[in-house]
C-alpha cells in the first residue's frame, strides 16, 4: 500500500509539472516553480505519513485525542470566515505565506471520531442508535461548517466516509434506506 500511494504521488506530481510548467515560465519564469511547491508538499506529507505510520494505532482511541481533534476541526472551521474571502470562499487559513484548508484536517478528525464510536459500540455491545446519533451530530457539525465555506464537494466527502466506515462496522442495509 505504501509503494501504491508512493507511485500515485509520484504520477500527481508528473501531472502538476505538465499542467502548471506552460504557466509557470509565463508567470514566474521558472517552469518548475509549482512542481517544486508541490514537491514540497509531498515530501512533507510522506514525512508525516512515516511518523503516524510508527504510531500505535490504538492511541487514537483515547478520548481526550478524539475530542480535542474534532474541538480544533471545529475551531479551525469557524476560524476561517475570520480571515479575509479567496476567490469568494473562507476556506483557507493563512499562516504567513502558508496556507492550510481546515475541511482537510475536519476530515481526519472525524475519522478517528467516527471509528472511536464506533469501536465503543462494538467492543461494548452499546446500542446502535445513540452511536449513530453521536456520529451524525459529530459529523452533522463538521459537514454543515464546509458547507458554509461553501465546500459542498468536501462536506459530501466527508459525509459519504461517514457512512461507508458505519456500513463497513456492520451498519443493517434497513437504517440506510430509512436514511434515505
Not at 17 to 45: C, F, H, I, T
Not at 62 to 70: E, F, G, I, N
Request: hydrophobic share 60%; with cysteine; net charge positive.
Amino acid at each position: 500500500m505504501f509503494a501504491a500511494t508512493l507511485l500515485l504521488l509520484t504520477i500527481s506530481l508528473a501531472w502538476v509539472y505538465s499542467a502548471s510548467a506552460a504557466q509557470a515560465e509565463l508567470k514566474w519564469n521558472d517552469p518548475g516553480y509549482l512542481l517544486m511547491r508541490q514537491a514540497l508538499w509531498v515530501v512533507l506529507g510522506t514525512a508525516c505519513l512515516l511518523i503516524t505510520m510508527r504510531i500505535d494505532y490504538r492511541i487514537y482511541r483515547h478520548r481526550a485525542l478524539v475530542y480535542t481533534a474534532m474541538g480544533v476541526a471545529v475551531v479551525a472551521l469557524i476560524a476561517v470566515f475570520l480571515c479575509p474571502a479567496r476567490n469568494g470562499t473562507h476556506r483557507w487559513l493563512g499562516f504567513g505565506g502558508l496556507g492550510v484548508q481546515p475541511s482537510e484536517f475536519a476530515k481526519v478528525a472525524a475519522i478517528v471520531y467516527i471509528a472511536s464510536v464506533l469501536y465503543e459500540h462494538l467492543e461494548n455491545r452499546f446500542p446502535l442508535r445513540p452511536a449513530l446519533l453521536r456520529i451524525g451530530a459529530g459529523v452533522g457539525v463538521l459537514a454543515l461548517l464546509i458547507v458554509k465555506e461553501p465546500d459542498a464537494g468536501g462536506a459530501l466527502t466527508l459525509a459519504g466516509t461517514a457512512a461507508v466506515m458505519v456500513f463497513v462496522a456492520g451498519l443493517a442495509y434497513r437504517w440506510g434506506v430509512a436514511a434515505l
